[in-house]
């Protein structure tokens, strides 16, 4: 169920996801449609394939739609932000090596409130702000440990399920709202024209 890539051989930006649709199919059920979405050196955002899934795809599924991907002629991508599934950063350098990988704040913030009591929510979220909006990694730890001192004892889950997303979520210091455009350009230099 795959669509052609259209556009140019590198993307500075790829989003990978999956939207959860109501199927009829006998009977209404929900199911995942997986969507890989490329953003153009000149900022268009283009639709690089959907896939109709069951809901239990993994990283060998996303492996096998990064390959079909990087087949149809998508020789590059820069950055990748994606959920914190297992397995999915190794899938994604393999079909790209210099490829960096982020994890999505949304997806993360989203799983840390999987943890928390509800009562807590707002000023737990007020709480994270500083550690994603931090403009280094330097400085996005040091609110992270702030962040751990008040609520590492109640909640050690949230603590090291931002731990283990470290890498990912830290991966592109400095890519904050409020930089320049130009920004993902010179992210690295890789030769392309």
Request: glycine fraction near 10%; charge should be neutral.
């Amino acid at each position: 169920m795959g669509q052609p890539a259209p556009g140019p051989g590198v993307y500075p930006v790829i989003f990978l996801d999956a939207l959860v649709v109501k199927v009829r199919d006998g009977q209404v059920r929900n199911k995942p449609i997986y969507v890989v979405i490329g953003v153009s050196t000149n900022g268009e955002r283009d639709i690089l394939g959907l896939w109709a899934g069951d809901g239990g795809e993994g990283a060998k599924f996303w492996l096998g739609v990064l390959t079909e991907i990087k087949n149809r002629g998508v020789e590059d991508v820069c950055i990748a932000l994606c959920d914190g599934l297992k397995g999915l950063p190794e899938s994604i350098t393999t079909c790209w090596p210099l490829a960096t990988v982020q994890a999505c704040i949304i997806h993360l913030i989203r799983n840390t409130f999987r943890f928390a009591s509800r009562h807590y929510w707002e000023e737990m979220g007020k709480d994270l702000r500083p550690v994603y909006t931090a403009p280094t990694e330097a400085a996005a730890r040091e609110r992270f440990d702030e962040f751990d001192t008040k609520w590492g004892d109640p909640y050690p889950a949230i603590t090291r399920l931002w731990r283990n997303a470290w890498t990912e979520f830290a991966a592109v210091p400095g890519l904050r709202r409020g930089d320049p455009p130009d920004h993902l350009f010179h992210q690295r230099d890789r030769g392309h024209p």
